[in-house]
T-cell receptor, first 111, second 116 residues
Framework: GESVGLHLPTLSVQEGDNSIINCAYS??????FIWYKQESGKGPQFIID?????DKRQGQRVTVLLNKTVKHLSLQIAATQPGDSAVYFC??????????FGTGTRLKVLA | DGGITQSPKYLFRKEGQNVTLSCEQN?????MYWYRQDPGQGLRLIYY???????QKGDIAEGYSVSREKKESFPLTVTSAQKNPTAFYLC???????????????FGDGTRLSIL
């Protein structure tokens, strides 16, 4: 069953192209940021994180960029594959146990 | 494998009934959380627990209750007082005391609750 919104913004990319998913966060005091991937009917899966004292962090095929000036976070996926199709959302930590989650972007990979 | 197990995957509630959602983790995490996910919205915090025998209300605790008698377990009860319980419920855990100070939450695969 569908576990996330049916009316989320959608990004469609061709297989093999790079994807960029954006997120605006709300709290300038947030010190830690996380990107999650959520497939239909499943729980969110951790992709990559970044601390507020960094502006870029790279993982395998993924890069997160943080721009604190404009409170903007982006997730770049290189060589997008069909298995990357999912909803992606960001989270910010505003306190030790306080996380604020974005509503998400649906990524569709076109063959 | 280490992880978080939620059960059941699907649950139906009758009028006036309380139902309990199970969440078990074997990650040895101190902190556990319950979130509610509705279409078009970000996850909203229902309750969280920092440690055994402790729990705190989140942003939408009304109509819900929890217990934390064991480190591994954090069950959520949806009471009859919750008038709009239909949602996808997610349990998470993490270790805020980790030396790096930055630990993402790990999530279970959720329980979908519907009204009969």
């Amino acid at each position: 069953g569908e576990s996330v919104g049916l009316h989320l913004p959608t990004l469609s990319v061709q297989e093999g192209d790079n994807s960029i998913i954006n997120c605006a966060y709300s709290n300038s005091a947030s010190d830690y940021f996380i990107w999650y991937k959520q497939e239909s009917g499943k729980g969110p899966q951790f992709i990559i994180d970044i601390r507020s004292n960094m502006d870029k962090r790279q993982g395998q095929r993924v890069t997160v960029l943080l721009n604190k000036t404009v409170k903007h976070l982006s997730l770049q996926i290189a060589a997008t594959q069909p298995g990357d199709s999912a909803v992606y959302f960001c989270a910010e930590r505003g306190g030790t146990y306080k996380y604020i989650f974005g509503t998400g972007t649906r990524l569709k990979v076109l063959a | 494998d280490g992880g978080i197990t939620q059960s059941p995957k699907y649950l139906f509630r009758k009028e006036g009934q309380n139902v309990t959602l199970s969440c078990e983790q074997n990650l040895n995490h101190d902190a556990m959380y319950w979130y509610r996910q509705d279409p078009g919205q970000g996850l909203r915090l229902i309750y969280y627990s920092q440690i055994v025998n402790d729990f705190q209300k989140g942003d939408i605790a009304e109509g819900y209750s929890v217990s934390r008698e064991k480190k591994e377990s954090f069950p959520l009860t949806v009471t009859s007082a919750q008038k709009n319980p239909t949602a996808f419920y997610l349990c998470a855990s993490n270790d805020p005391g980790h030396p790096t100070g930055n630990q993402p939450q790990h999530f279970g695969d959720g329980t979908r609750l519907s009204i009969l």
